[in-house]
């Protein structure tokens, strides 16, 4: 489902009494849900920065402020060595989910097969699959297959997404037709159509998928709390969860590994912040 | 608009130059080898497994690689059926999914509406704060809340206690803590939906608003018969996901929170599946549960899909 997001709609004219109290009623409105959406995080940097003795310090800022509880998260679990690892394996699954996503699309789009109605239902379909129906005998290949503890396990089974696949299909239908034909008659074989015509034309569809496939693969937690065993062959989410468990009332160092966790994610939208918006609204909301 | 797509994909398959006749019996090897990868893939993780899981829920089996499969027949089923925890954790699903309702489509929908003339910077400030929200980790977030709500000195009690009320066991009561998993799961999708709701209402073309109100439509009047029948392709596609994804979204932090407890009143179906599975290693109950949750929300997808044809306006 697309969703065009116009910026200029023409504000409504109003009678000048009626306008103020309801600008002030819209702004109040926006301000809470803006307040309820960003506190929680905010308080969690703030409670992060508060050294142990102010831990449950009600001003909100920290007084003292003070990293002492990042050492601590930093030196109790390899915490780096999982923010490493789900950088790989969010890199990795969002290039595959690209990859194999351009792959298909393009075969859907360039040629008519018999079969295509089967392929793109078993496609869309496979999104309606819920993973805990098929999570026993995915584990169960995943360990015939030496995948358990490993980063590769991590990333296989997600190499390919129902919604990548749509997403690269439903851009790349509406390629122009008249360049692929020229292409084709001056002899250019498909492999080479697909990498040097069309994809370097598919940048802003590219980019959508691949800030959606990463930040949905460093947020990913069930598939690894199933694969993973020791720590440091883990990542960042089943590192706070395993925190959590261990060390669960000492807020400050717990508050710090959450925002080590988010971080990456948070400095992303930061920087991409239009980019990520568009991109999450134009596919839904998986 | 489908159509004028599928009408314009058309000649790009069945132009043929000189060049690719001669290739023909190529072409229908091709497209076989880009479709590769990805089908191999959803076969082997998807598909063959949801066969697998079916085939398992008629036998008896621990996990174990060593310990044979005993076939059962039906009597998985049968006995989860007449289970009073699967029964539990169905009526806790409708409840996780029927709470949701309020935050991912209910209360965005009339926000969007409301402030719908909001421009400028305030409205470029408000719509990249409202949508952190939905970028946070399920883990991070089930933190966050944990700390909030907190009973001896998170923010939350210390202020409800402010205002005179007593502690709330938010997480500890069984009366409270499936609402308090709902709140999380719903405080994720908030901000996203009243965006989803602003985009679509932004598209209404404003001459149908202007042609209402010369007509003398009062504000309300457009809402009802104007702005909702036009947002309803909207509505339906945020009520579908919630009914089809609601009670998945809110597995993370059963998981974290609370592990279904207290007293089960927070256990889902996904977490029912997940406890029979990888906590009492039982695959036959496990895949049972599943098969019968798979096809209960495949029914309620083909119902909603259709509901979606049958009622959605669309302004063509």
Redesign the interface.
């Known amino acids: 489902?697309t969703?065009?997001?116009?910026d200029n709609?023409?504000?409504?004219p109003?009678s000048p009494n009626e306008g103020t109290t309801r600008r002030i009623?819209?702004?109040g409105?926006?301000?809470l849900?803006?307040a309820?959406?960003?506190f929680?995080?905010y308080?969690?940097i703030v409670?992060s920065l508060r050294p142990e003795n102010e831990i449950?310090s009600?001003l909100p800022w920290p007084s003292n402020p003070s990293l002492e509880n990042y050492v601590f998260v930093l030196t109790r679990i390899p915490m780096l060595q999982m923010l490493v690892n789900t950088t790989i394996v969010a890199t990795a699954t969002a290039a595959l989910q690209v990859?194999?996503?351009l792959?298909?699309a393009?075969?859907?789009?360039?040629?008519?097969?018999r079969l295509a109605g089967l392929?793109h239902g078993?496609?869309a379909l496979?999104w309606?699959?819920?993973?805990?129906?098929?999570?026993?005998?995915?584990y169960?290949?995943a360990?015939r297959l030496g995948l358990l503890d490993t980063l590769t396990g991590l990333v296989?089974?997600n190499?390919?997404a129902a919604f990548a696949?749509l997403l690269l299909y439903?851009s790349m239908?509406?390629f122009p037709?008249e360049i692929?034909?020229a292409a084709?008659?001056d002899?250019a074989k498909?492999w080479r159509i697909l990498w040097q015509i069309v994809t370097p034309n598919m940048g802003a569809p590219i980019a959508s998928l691949a800030i959606i496939a990463f930040?949905s693969a460093?947020?990913e937690?069930?598939w690894p709390?199933?694969l993973s065993r020791k720590p440091e062959n883990s990542v960042v989410?089943i590192g706070?969860?395993m925190f959590?468990t261990q060390e669960g009332n000492l807020?400050g160092p717990?508050?710090a590994?959450?925002a080590l966790?988010?971080l990456p994610?948070?400095v992303i939208?930061l920087i991409l912040?239009r980019h990520?918006?568009e991109s999450?609204?134009k596919s839904?909301?998986? | 608009m489908t159509d004028i797509?599928a009408d314009?994909?058309?000649?790009?398959?069945?132009?043929r130059?000189p060049?690719?006749e001669r290739e023909q019996n190529v072409?229908t090897v091709?497209?076989?080898l880009?479709?590769a990868?990805?089908?191999i893939?959803?076969m082997?993780?998807?598909?063959?497994?949801?066969v697998?899981?079916f085939q398992?829920s008629f036998y008896q089996w621990n996990?174990l690689?060593t310990a044979p499969q005993r076939y059962v027949g039906l009597t998985n089923y049968q006995r989860l059926l007449a289970l009073p925890e699967m029964r539990a954790a169905l009526w806790n699903t409708l409840f996780y999914i029927l709470g949701l309702f309020p935050m991912s489509v209910v209360i965005p929908l009339f926000?969007a509406i409301?402030?719908?003339?909001?421009?400028g910077r305030?409205r470029t400030?408000?719509?990249?704060?409202?949508?952190?929200?939905?970028?946070?980790?399920?883990?991070?977030?089930a933190?966050?809340?944990?700390?909030?709500l907190?009973e001896d000195?998170g923010?939350v009690t210390?202020g409800l206690e402010q205002l005179g009320f007593g502690r709330i066991g938010f997480l500890t009561d069984p009366k409270y803590a499936l609402a308090t998993l709902t709140w999380i799961t719903g405080?994720k999708?908030?901000?996203?939906s009243?965006?989803?709701f602003s985009?679509?209402n932004?598209?209404i073309n404003?001459s149908y608003i202007e042609a209402a109100r010369i007509d003398g439509a009062t504000r309300w009047g457009i809402i009802r018969d104007l702005r909702l029948p036009l947002l309803s392709?909207?509505i339906l596609?945020?009520s579908m996901?919630t009914i089809?994804?609601g009670a998945?979204w809110s597995?993370?932090y059963i998981?974290?929170l609370t592990n279904g407890g207290p007293l089960k009143s927070t256990t889902n179906i996904?977490y029912l599946?997940?406890e029979y599975?990888?906590q009492t290693l039982s695959?036959g109950w496990?895949?049972a549960a599943?098969?019968i949750?798979?096809a209960g929300?495949?029914v309620i997808?083909a119902g909603c899909l259709w509901l979606m044809k049958r009622f959605a306006v669309y302004d063509n």
């Open positions: 489902m969703i065009d997001v116009p709609q023409p504000p409504m109003l009623a819209v702004h409105i926006m301000i849900l803006s309820l959406s960003i929680p995080i308080w969690m409670t449950f009600t990859l194999t996503g792959l298909t393009y075969a859907l789009v360039r040629w008519r097969m392929v078993l496609i496979s309606l699959v819920p993973f805990q129906v098929t999570m026993i005998p995915n169960v290949l360990s296989v089974p190499a390919v696949i439903h239908r509406s037709t692929l034909e084709r008659i002899g498909s930040i460093w947020n937690y069930f709390l199933l989410q706070l969860q959590m807020w717990l508050m590994a959450a966790a988010s994610i948070l939208y912040q990520v918006i999450f609204m839904g909301i998986r | 797509q314009l994909a058309r000649p790009l398959a069945l132009a130059s060049a690719t072409f091709l497209p076989w880009y479709l990868p990805a089908l893939l959803l082997m993780w998807t598909y063959v497994p949801l697998q899981a398992l996990m690689p926000v409301w402030t719908q003339d909001l421009t305030a400030v408000y719509r990249a704060l409202i949508f952190v929200p939905m970028i946070v980790a399920p883990v991070v977030a933190v966050l809340w944990r700390w909030l907190n000195q923010l210390l405080w999708l908030i901000g996203f009243t965006l989803l985009a679509a932004a598209g404003p392709p909207t596609l945020l996901m089809l994804f998945q597995f993370a998981n974290v996904f599946l997940w599975g990888f695959a496990s895949s599943g098969m949750a798979f929300f495949a997808a």
